[in-house]
């Protein structure tokens, strides 16, 4: 369908609205105004193996001292108690590892066991059992989201302090399984299979189900939490302006501190509300460091050395470091965009819109005025996620519940750095549990609402496709 000469007078978006539903994909001639500012006011221009590090870039000098303090505590390992470092003792009893940095690293990407010739680390694996109609569960979906496995809890951990017995170790296997695209390229995704041995504390519950997850990035909390809630479920529900079979749902979750149900933003199905809470499950589940918010140790009735150890102070964590890594967690800044007007990135990012992409990855979005650090106000962001739920098929089901999200069901990842991850992290892995090499694998593990974009995928031939990954590298 030629484009009118009308038409081609129209901004980049205009003209790519003006063409949806045309059989050929949307037109972008240049970067929409402020496109390469990810973050706003807030992005930094560095793409290095740093550039997952650095606070937001209208962070006055003065407040930079909480960011970099708050850095030091993200960063450094904690140590066992009793300890002479009184302000970082107190680890375990059981964790998965002594320091945030340690799963985040550079502030980046996880990724599975064995992919550069370690442990789990940088992943994690999810318990729990299904719910009975009885109160005790009940009470624990409202306040978990989950019933936590009787013997192992809610996260199994396989690092313990001496004269504790860690609870497990955790393996990945892989089986190959061919795609063959439309032109007759095979791609040879990896299926992956969770292993789980050397059990501490004797069998697990029969019907526990599991869920392995790996550490997603730290840019942009902050501002991700500063987008305003009802501009969230305003996507949320099927619409005109979505493609067909996009029914995005929010997550509903238990807030620790407010002692009731909200919107939940954070994690792989979005069961966290806040980036406090997230930060304090983490110091819990990851490092067995208590919080105000969560007093006590990770440790079940069965694990008793574990109940019976050592602690660091009550709390471990102060109040005030809590504060000091949330500051730092609502501060690491975006990188900027390369390449944005580059016709190879322009001609992908009408692909990715062509495809129905933007029907879950939301492009842009616009900051409260009243977040909860100023520089994060007022700003237009390009996250490329709606925060929301969404049903990706059997394909990628880890078969395991989460307040309101079921089995198929995942958080839309943001996508912003995505495409400096190999800088950062010194690999390609992607999705929940990393079982993706590159890109191309991630696109072909999708299903369910995202089953009609990934089939207009495969469809494409070999140049579309290098473009539309050079647009997802741009971000």
């Not at 790519?16 to 973050?39: H, I, M, N, Y």
């Not at 819990?284 to 069965?302: E, F, K, V, W, Y």
């Not at 495809?355 to 909860?372: E, K, L, N, V």
């Not at 990628?396 to 079921?406: C, K, N, T, V």
Request: with cysteine; aromatic share 6%; glycine share 10%.
């Amino acid at each position: 369908m030629p484009v009118s000469s009308a038409l081609r007078h129209l901004s980049p978006l205009l003209l790519a609205v003006a063409l949806a539903g045309c059989d050929k994909p949307p037109r972008f001639t240049q970067a929409e105004p402020g496109e390469q500012l990810s973050g706003g006011a807030a992005t930094i221009n560095l793409h290095d193996r740093n550039a997952f590090s650095q606070a937001s870039g209208n962070l006055t000098p003065s407040r930079r001292l909480d960011f970099n303090v708050g850095n030091s505590f993200f960063r450094n390992p904690w140590v066992i108690a009793p300890s002479s470092t009184t302000a970082r003792d107190g680890l375990g009893p059981l964790f998965n590892t002594n320091a945030c940095q340690n799963c985040h690293v550079k502030d980046g990407r996880g990724h599975p066991p064995g992919v550069r010739g370690d442990n789990a680390v940088s992943m994690l694996v999810r318990l729990s059992i299904p719910a009975e109609a009885k109160a005790e569960h009940q009470q624990m979906l409202e306040r978990l989201g989950v019933v936590p496995e009787p013997v192992y809890g809610g996260q199994l951990q396989d690092v313990a302090i001496p004269g504790v017995a860690p609870e497990g170790k955790v393996r990945m296997r892989y089986e190959p399984l061919n795609v063959t695209l439309g032109d007759g390229t095979v791609v040879e995704l990896q299926k992956p299979t969770l292993e789980i041995t050397q059990l501490g504390y004797g069998p697990m519950h029969p019907q526990t189900m599991f869920s392995a997850r790996v550490a997603p990035p730290m840019i942009g909390l902050g501002l991700l939490e500063a987008i305003p809630e009802a501009a969230i479920l305003a996507n949320a529900g099927a619409s005109k302006d979505k493609p067909a079979g996009i029914v995005g749902r929010p997550n509903q979750v238990w807030d620790d501190a407010a002692g009731k149900t909200v919107l939940g933003r954070f994690g792989w199905k979005a069961g966290q509300p806040s980036l406090n809470q997230q930060n304090a499950h983490a110091f819990s589940g990851d490092m067995g460091l208590t919080t105000s918010l969560l007093p006590h140790d990770d440790c079940t009735p069965a694990q008793v050395d574990c109940l019976n150890a050592v602690n660091g102070g009550e709390p471990e964590v102060s109040d005030n470091i809590l504060r000091l890594v949330l500051f730092y967690s609502r501060n690491l800044a975006v990188p900027s965009r390369r390449g944005v007007n580059d016709p190879q990135v322009l001609d992908g990012k009408g692909l990715f819109h062509q495809a129905g992409c933007q029907g879950c990855h939301t492009p842009s979005f616009t900051t409260r005025a009243d977040a909860a650090e100023p520089e994060l106000a007022n700003q237009v962001i390009r996250p490329y996620t709606d925060l929301l739920l969404h049903d990706m098929g059997e394909g990628l089901a880890d078969g395991r519940p989460e307040f309101q999200a079921s089995g198929r069901d995942w958080r839309t990842a943001p996508l912003w750095g995505i495409g400096l991850t190999q800088a950062v992290n010194g690999h390609t892995r992607f999705l929940h549990d990393g079982r993706a090499r590159n890109l191309l694998e991630a696109i072909l593990w999708h299903g369910g609402e995202a089953e009609a974009a990934k089939q207009t995928v495969m469809r494409y031939d070999a140049g579309q496709r290098a473009a539309l990954l050079a647009f997802l590298n741009s971000l």
